[in-house]
C-alpha cells in the first residue's frame, strides 16, 4: 500500500474537524481513536509527528535552564524531515517566545540589548532592542501582541487563551490549504486536535492557575502558552 493511498485512508477516515473553533462543544474523535487511525502513519512520519507532538507540548523542566532547553528544542526541530512542518513548529516556538518575554516584563524584569534571553526565532533583537515597548517594535507587524500585552497587564488569563486558541486556529486554517491527504495534512488535522480538546475542556481556575504560573515561574518552569497535555 503506497503513502498516498494510506493517508488518503487515513484522512478519509477523520470525522470532519469544525470551521469555527468556539463553535466546538465536545471534540470531534477521543486521542485513542485517533492514535489508532495514526498507526497508518510510515515509521519515518510517525516518528516526526512524536517530534512535533513533543516540541510543542514539552513537560515542565524545572531541572533545565533555559539555553539547554533552547539548545535541546532547536536540535529536535532541526530532525524535522519537512521544511513546511519545521515552519509549523518554529512560528509557535515564536510565539511562546513572545509570550515568555511579555510575562518577564510585566513581572518586572528588565533588560539590555546586551543581557542575554533564551528563545526561539527571528524577534529576538526586537525583543532586545525594544523591551521598554510594549509590543517590542513588533505592533504593525503581529498585531495580535497589543492584545495579548493588556491581557496580562490586566490579569484576564480567560482572554488571552482564547487570543492564543483563535490565532493558532486560523494560522493553521491558511497552513491547510493545499494539503488534503498527505503527511502534512495529518499533523495539521492532530493540532487542531488539540487546540479543540483545550477549547471544550476549558476551565476558567485551570486558568487562572496557568496564569499564575505563567507570571511567577521561568521559562524552564512552565509549558508556556497554556500548553496542556490531551
Excluded at 465536545?26 to 487511525?37: E, G, Y
Excluded at 535552564?65 to 524535522?80: F, H, K
Excluded at 509557535?92 to 524584569?109: C, D, I, K, P, Y
Excluded at 495529518?186 to 487546540?195: A, F, K, S
Amino acid at each position: 500500500m503506497t503513502a498516498g493511498f494510506k493517508y488518503t485512508l487515513l484522512l478519509t477516515s477523520l470525522p470532519v474537524q469544525p470551521a469555527e473553533l468556539f463553535s466546538s462543544r465536545l471534540p470531534v474523535i477521543s486521542r485513542i481513536q485517533l492514535d489508532k487511525r495514526l498507526t497508518l502513519l510510515d515509521a519515518e512520519d510517525a516518528a516526526d509527528l512524536a517530534r512535533i507532538e513533543g516540541l510543542l507540548h514539552w513537560s515542565k523542566m524545572s531541572e533545565r535552564d533555559d539555553a539547554t532547553i533552547i539548545n535541546a528544542g532547536e536540535r529536535e526541530l532541526a530532525l524535522v524531515r519537512s521544511a513546511f512542518l519545521r515552519d509549523i513548529v518554529a512560528w509557535r516556538l515564536e510565539l511562546r517566545t513572545l509570550l515568555t518575554a511579555l510575562r518577564r516584563r510585566h513581572a518586572g524584569e528588565h533588560i539590555t540589548p546586551a543581557d542575554p534571553f533564551y528563545g526561539f526565532g527571528r524577534h529576538l533583537r526586537f525583543i532586545h532592542r525594544y523591551w521598554h515597548k510594549a509590543d517590542f517594535g513588533l505592533g504593525n507587524s503581529l498585531p495580535w501582541i497589543k492584545q495579548a500585552q493588556q491581557f496580562i497587564a490586566e490579569n484576564n488569563p480567560m482572554a488571552l487563551d482564547r487570543l492564543m486558541l483563535e490565532l493558532n486556529w486560523k494560522h493553521y486554517a491558511r497552513l491547510s490549504r493545499g494539503h488534503y491527504f498527505d503527511f502534512p495534512a495529518v499533523v495539521l488535522y492532530v493540532l487542531r486536535w488539540y487546540l479543540i480538546n483545550r477549547w471544550v475542556s476549558y476551565d476558567k481556575d485551570r486558568a487562572l492557575l496557568r496564569f499564575n504560573e505563567l507570571i511567577n515561574a521561568e521559562m524552564a518552569d512552565v509549558r508556556l502558552e497554556f500548553e496542556g497535555k490531551a
